[in-house]
Every structure is written in C-alpha cells, then in structure tokens.
C-alpha cells in the first residue's frame, strides 16, 4: 500500500506528515478532518492559506440557494487565529520553516501541528493542537503555544469570521453579535432559506510560563465578524499560550429552547472553560473508547501497520461523520467537504450500514429511521413521476424534501453542453438498497420493535411503488423496468438493469410475506398498515406480477446481462482506465453518451448483486460474471473496489482479493491528489470495514443466520474482529489454524461451511480453517 502520509509500525492510530507541501494541503485538511457527527471542520490551518478550503459544518442543517438545490451551509470559522510576531504575520510561505509537523492521532481525534519559524533571526517555535469533543457534542477546544529564543511581541487575533461561502454561494445571515462578561464573544446567525438559527460562542484564556493571565481582549467587529485581540510582549523561553473554547448550537437541536439558547450557549462554555484543555480532551478519548473503539473492535496481526491504520482510518471518519439524530443521515462525503452538498445516497445503506448494525445497532436504526422519516419525500417524489407507494430520492437531504439531485453537471467534453444529471429521475435501485439493508438489520438485530414501528411499513411502501413502476410487456407476457441506470452509472436509459430488475422483484417477494405475517401475527397493525397504505388492492397486483417479473437469467457462458442492450455493445480495453491514481480518466478520451455504447462498467453491477444475493447464485455463475465483468469495470466510483475485493475472496482469489483491497483502503490514503478539497469517500471507509470483516472475516448473512467463513490474507497472522449478533456480542479470532469463536451475553449459533455450531453464552467454538479450494 502506498498513503500519501507517513503511518508508524508502533502505534497504528498515527498518520502524520514531516513536511509542508503547499500541493497537499487539500489533501491533508480532508484526511485529518475531525468531527463527532454533529459537527466537524477541516484541518485547516489555524491562519489562513492560499488555496485552502475552509469548511466547517453541522450535520443535517441544509439551506437552498434560489436556483440551487439544497446544500450543507459552511458555518462561520471559530478556528481561525491571526497571529503576529514582532508584527509580522505568520505565514508558512514566508520566512523560513523548520522541523514541520502535522499529524492526527485517529484515537482520540486530536491533530496537532509543530513548527519553527524562522523570522527576522529568531527562531520561534509554534505548538498548535486542538479537537472536537466527542464527549460534549457542541464543543471545540484548540491551543496554541509559542515560545522563541529571542524576546518578541506577540499579536493574536481570534473569534468568529462569519464571511464564509459554499464556493461564494453565502447561506448564513449575519445575526446578533456580542460580548458576555467582557469574556464571552458571541455571533448569532441563521439560514436564509430554511431559517435555522445559529450560535456561536469563544472564549480564550491566555498564559504565560502557564500562569493565567486576565488580559481582557480588545475587541474588533465587521461585517459577519468578531474577534478578540491580545498584544503581549515576551522574554526569550518563555511560553504564551492561548487556549480557545467555542460551541455552536443550532435551532434543529434535540431539546434545545431557541429563546434560551444564546444564553444558556455561554453558560456550557462557562462551565467547559473551567476544565483545562487536557482535562477536555481526555473525556472526549474516553467517549472514543468506550463508544466506538471497544464496539468495533478489529486487530490486524501483520508485519505491515497500514492495514491497521487503514482500518482505524475508516472507523475513525465513521465516527466523526455520522450524526446520531434520526433527522440526519451521513452524506457520501460526510461532513468532510461540499462535495455533493453534503447529500446522503445509496451508499448510506449499501456501503456503510453493514458496519453499525454490525457493531452499533442503536446508530443503524437511527439511520434507518431517517429513511423512515424521508417516506413523505419518497410520496412526493413518487407522486411526481407518476407511482405510487415509496419512491427513494437518490440524493436526500432534510428528509421530507424529496428529491434534492440538482439538474446539471459538468460540461460534455464533445458537445460543450452541460450533460444532465439523470440519476434523479431514474436511477431507481435506491428504493430496493434500503429494504436490502433494512432486512440485514432486522436479521441481524432481531428489533421487533423497529420492524412493527417503522420496518415494515417501509417495506411495504417500497413494494407499492415498484408495483407500480412495472411495465407490462404483453406480447410476451412479463412485466419490465426500462429506462434506468443501475449501479453503473456509465449506462444510462438502459431496459432491465439486472440489479435493478432483480431487487424490485425481491422487494414485492418481501412484502409479500410482511403483509402475510402481520395478517396472522399482529392484526392491529395490519389494519393499521392497510389503512394507511391501501394495501388490498396493492397486495393483488403483487401476486398478480410477482413471478412475470423480468430478471435476466445466466446466459450459455454463465453470464447475466448487466442490462438488455449491455452484451451487444463495443468492446474495447479498458485496463489503461484502470489506474488508481487518476480518477474518470476515461473521459479523456470519451464523452458519456460514447461511454454509454461500450462495454465499460464504473462500479459493481451485477457483481453487486451476486454479493448482496449470495446464496442465489452457483459458485459457477459467480466465477463466469466476475471473469466477465471485472475486467470491463473501471472503478471510476469509490463504491466499485470493496465489492470486488469481498467478492474475490469468497471466490478464492486471494491475491486478486487483496489488490483490490490494498487498492480500496488508498481511495483516500493513497497518494493522488483526486477531487480531495470535495471531502472524503464515505462508502469508501465502509467498505474496508466490509472487505475487513465480511470479506477475509467471512462474516455474512446467510438467508436470516449468521455465517462466518473466513479468508484470512496469507500476509496476516491473524484476525481479531467483534460484532453484535441478536443481542450477544460475538468476538471472532482467526488465525491460519483455527477460527475461534465466543459469545459473550447470551448464545449464538453460526454456520461455517455447511455446519452449523452452537455457541453457549459465555464461551468459546473452535473450528479448524481448513484451506479450501475453489470449484
Ligand atoms: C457513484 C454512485 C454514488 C455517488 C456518491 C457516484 O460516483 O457512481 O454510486 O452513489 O457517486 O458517492
């Protein structure tokens, strides 16, 4: 593997950099970004910088632009200080920069940055380290220390710059701003559209050789503004520091009271400026630990640290990008940067569920909540196009908005004409992702009280609108689902995407048995659900299409046509598309509607489907669709390479497995520069835990039971992951002798090969991992 930050073989929660590199800087403010889920900033640097990207959000509070979709409002800077020495402010391109040093610790989320300045001859050493509190969800902390060898004057100016944009797009209104106790600086603010109210709050506290100073700041305002000034004189050695203590509280706030929250906003930064910022800062790591890292636990033994970091890397941003308010849901790029206006996809439920109902249940339902919640957004989306029932908007943001993919895209390279942006309107899988993820949740957790309050109805929502999506085919008797895009996203306007086809026809299938099942085992709700929904009729039409369903079927070479015109199309070599430190390179050389009539896949497609439906597909048709489609695909999308390593190793390619996985984990580790300023590839941390866990852990769902077959990389010792299975936590060991396996809670039972083992509360199985040979 190859990152583009240095990673130390003793301790793999470290990724850091020794050099400044004013072409990395986009790069590294996306890989050290912190957050807690509700909020979270880039690692930008303290002072302003040519070519950054200054970004800080809060989860879930989305703002339209007149003639824009909606979009994650970047929020006023609390991080940025000015500082001078002896009047000269600093600036890493002027000057002289020694000893460069910037590195998070993804244990406990702080990233620090060390460096000397060399100025005027005197060198003066800066120390700046800060985090978002994982402990007090509205809380910022940040320090900085300087000291020099010399006497100098320092000058620091420090507070709130509201006159941030969304790419100059300005979504906040300038607001309140004031001072509280000569201490406190606060702005208010709000959203122009969707009026959400904002506050913000600062407070420093400044030291000299540690001892606290009651220097009272000299205040400054403008436009959308307000800082605090400190002007100090110091001896050489001796140490200033300035510690910053802010919040933000928003009107979408659980529990807040919008009367009081300007004033009771300055009395939890009060009592948080008490503790001192190490005091803060070890009850944040505390939340780290116990929340996330003890619940997910997975340990890597093998020479080589990265693949470790890379799996700390992915549940570290996992944490730090998902809220955990049921009216929120993670966006493909998090919080981490405006790429996709902070819209939540498919890749919420297909990429990154599979890791919370595994390790953190509580957090998947409240992510399938939101889709709970999006059901009026998926009525009215449904309704403007002419269905019934649920239809999924493919990008989403407040959940009852609907449909949020804007219209246009970039300029098509042939024709000079803005392409449109087609997903919106019929790439329509999204509805059948999310009753995909939805049942794995329910298997794996067993929450009645989700499936009678939320769960089925979403299912059978679902059903009606693929119910009505159908087109009956007459002259040959079968119903059909032309002019969509699957998965791949390279083929637009195509008839009977097979994954499309296959999970709409799974969804009535599914439905089907709810509505059985609540018939017999709980009338209430199914009077209630039929009330609401209509569903006697609907139930009729779904037994009456159920089994005329298209699905394309393997053909004499074991393959499944990805769509009815697929197979007939160019084929041309695709291996130089392949390069994974260049993204869509392909359009270089071809336009979309060129793409569009060649045999070139972006992302898993039909291998999608053969890994989400396993046990539907032989071991034969597996092989003759990966040897077909595989070498067609690009990867161009950061979804597309954890489904293939996961997929080449239950097909016992071990080494294809692990190029692919290796591949995977430098998506945004590696060493090109891509599209980073946009944020972070959430579906890609996904799926390293995916390829970790489901692929070389072997941990699958196989029709409602827990199946664990491992393929434990030749490189790796061994394995060590935990997860929740109905109730009882099950901590897996797999070495190249033995998979062990223990429940802890109550006991689980698990199949391995065709076996099925039974796990008594509270011990251990040990089962020989015996080296298969794929047939
Ligand atoms: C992919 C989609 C994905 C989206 C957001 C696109 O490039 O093709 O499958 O949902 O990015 O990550």
């Known amino acids: 593997m190859k990152f583009c930050v240095n990673t130390d073989k003793k301790n793999s929660w470290y990724i850091g950099v020794n050099n400044y590199d004013p072409k990395m800087i986009n790069k590294l403010e996306t890989l050290m970004f912190q957050g807690n889920g509700y909020m979270g900033m880039r690692a930008v640097s303290e002072e302003r910088q040519l070519n950054e990207r200054r970004n800080m959000f809060v989860s879930g509070t989305f703002d339209a632009f007149p003639s824009e979709v909606t979009e994650l409002p970047n929020l006023p800077d609390i991080l940025n200080m000015e500082i001078q020495i002896d009047d000269m402010p600093l600036s890493l391109s002027t000057g002289r920069v020694e000893n460069y040093q910037k590195s998070l610790n993804l244990k406990n989320g702080e990233l620090t940055r060390n460096f000397d300045w060399i100025i005027n001859d005197k060198r003066v050493n800066f120390k700046y380290s800060r985090f978002v509190s994982m402990k007090d969800k509205h809380l910022f902390v ?365 969804c009535i299938q599914k439905a089907i048995k709810v509505y059985n099942l609540i018939k017999e085992d709980n009338p209430a709700l199914y009077v209630d659900l039929n009330d609401k929904l209509n569903l006697k009729k609907t139930y009729g039409d779904w037994i009456k299409q159920v089994n005329k369903i298209y699905v394309p079927q393997p053909n004499a070479d074991g393959v499944i046509a990805e769509d009815d015109q697929y197979l007939s199309k160019k084929i041309i070599d695709v291996s130089k598309f392949k390069v994974n430190d260049q993204i869509s390179n392909v359009f270089k050389y071809y336009n979309l509607s060129q793409i569009n009539d060649m045999q070139i896949t972006k992302q898993a497609d039909v291998l999608l489907l053969i890994y989400l439906f396993e046990d539907m597909f032989t071991d034969k048709v597996k092989m003759s669709n990966w040897n077909y489609y595989e070498p067609k695909t690009t990867h161009d999308s950061s979804l597309s390479l954890s489904i293939h390593s996961i997929l080449a190793s239950d097909l016992g390619l071990a080494d294809e497995a692990y190029k692919l996985y290796e591949m995977s984990c430098e998506t945004d580790l590696g060493v090109h520069v891509g599209k980073a300023a946009q944020g972070l590839h959430m579906a890609a941390c996904g799926g390293v835990w995916n390829m970790t866990v489901q692929g ?80």
């Open 142 to 506: 940040s320090k900085v220390e300087i000291t020099s060898d010399k006497d100098i004057n320092v000058k620091v100016q420090s507070g709130i710059d509201g006159q941030q944009s969304n790419s100059e797009t300005q979504h906040m209104m300038e607001g309140d701003k004031r001072l509280y106790d000569g201490k406190f600086i606060q702005m208010k603010s709000e959203t122009q559209q969707s009026h959400i109210k904002f506050v913000f709050n600062v407070r420093h506290k400044l030291y000299v050789d540690e001892v606290l100073m009651g220097n009272k700041p000299y205040m400054k305002m403008g436009r959308r503004q307000i800082f605090g000034n400190y002007d100090v004189d110091m001896k050489a050695n001796q140490k200033f520091t300035l510690v910053k203590y802010a919040n933000v509280y928003t009107s979408m706030d659980e529990h807040h009271n919008a009367d009081k929250m300007a004033e009771s906003s300055v009395d939890d930064l009060k009592f948080a400026s008490l503790s001192n910022y190490k005091e803060l800062l070890q009850k944040s790591a505390r939340v780290w630990n116990q929340n996330i890292w003890k619940k997910s636990f997975v340990q890597i033994e093998s020479d080589d640290v990265m693949p470790q970091v890379s799996i700390n890397f992915a549940r570290y941003q996992l944490a730090a990008n998902t809220p955990h308010d049921p009216r929120k849901n993670i966006g493909a790029k998090g919080i981490t940067g405006e790429g996709y206006k902070g819209h939540s996809f498919w890749d919420t439920e297909t990429f990154m569920l599979p890791y919370y109902t595994f390790t953190m249940p509580e957090v998947a339902r409240n992510l399938l909540t939101y889709r709970y919640l999006g059901l009026e957004g998926a009525h009215k989306k449904a309704l403007a196009n002419n269905y019934k029932g649920a239809q999924f908007p493919w990008e989403a943001a407040h959940p009852a908005d609907g449909e949020t993919t804007p219209l246009w895209g970039s300029a098509d390279i042939v024709t000079g004409k803005p392409m449109k942006i087609w997903s919106g309107f019929i790439e329509q899988h999204i509805t059948s992702d999310i009753v995909i993820a939805l049942m794995d949740y329910m298997n794996a957790t067993g929450d009645h009280d989700f499936a009678e309050k939320m769960g089925f109805e979403i299912i059978l929502d679902a059903a009606k609108f693929w119910s009505s999506r159908l087109e009956y085919n007459q002259a040959q008797d079968i119903y059909e689902i032309n002019d969509v895009i699957g998965p791949d996203e390279y083929k637009e306007h195509v008839n009977n995407n097979a994954y499309t086809n296959f999970t709409a026809r799974w």
């Open 696 to 775: 070389f852990g072997g941990m699958r769902i196989d029709n409602g039971r827990l199946k664990i077959e491992p393929h434990l990389p030749d490189n790796w010792k061994s394995l060590k992951y935990q997860i929740q299975w109905q109730g009882s936590t099950v901590k897996v060991s797999v070495d190249n002798e033995n998979l062990v396996v223990e429940a802890v809670g109550k006991g689980v039972e698990f199949i391995n090969h065709g076996q099925t083992y039974q796990v008594a509360a509270n011990s251990n199985v040990a089962v020989e991992t015996s080296v298969e040979e794929f047939v």
